[in-house]
């Protein structure tokens, strides 16, 4: 894989798992948990994201073919989902700020939600990893690889999470409000050209490459 397409790839992964945004929901999560677990309230939230992801990794598009789509014409859907999914993160209330006020309203509190799902493992995480892992372009290798590259971004997340007291008093709520929205705007370049290549794998459109 290239090493440009990679870096593309993992600011891709990167910004819908959307790590800091999901600092907010985590202190909201275990406001009521004793400091001493945390770590593990942590871990386990991300090793069920992981979970999640991985099945929509490996099975994802073997789902969505067999029910008769055209992966181009999901990668539009999927290019139009996380283009909205951008747009709430520019203008809307921030990621984190929905996320609590939904923990709030269903007064649950736990490591698989609000924290593993929605938070980390969110929609736009599964469309993406479909996307990124299309079996008509990639190879088993390069799908290995994007496989590593949400490793990274997952262990990332979790190392947030364990530091995440320091933190929140680096950054605070308005500062992981701020990162949100300029992710929402990587994001929306990431949906537009989602849409793209879904026109050109439908054979609507010719793109040239950059």
Sequence with gaps: MDPGVMLREFVTLLVVVDPIGTLPVFYFATRHVPDKLHWRFALRAVLIATVVLAFFLIFGQIVIEAIGLRLGSFQIAG????????MTMIFGEG???REIEEA???????AVFPLAI??????GAMLAIVILTDNHRN?????????A????VLLVTLALLL???PLKRLIGNTGANVVSRVMGIILATVAVDSVLSGLQALGVLSLTAS
């Design 139 to 147: 190879t088993i290798s390069d799908q290995i690889m994007t496989g």
């Design 118 to 123: 929605p938070s980390i493992a969110s929609p």
């Design 104 to 110: 709030e309203r269903d007064h649950l509190s736990g």
């Design 163 to 165: 530091a995440a007291k």
């Design 149 to 152: 590259l949400l490793l990274a």
């Design 95 to 97: 990621k984190s700020a």
């Design 79 to 86: 290019g139009i989902v996380l283009f909205l999914f951008a």
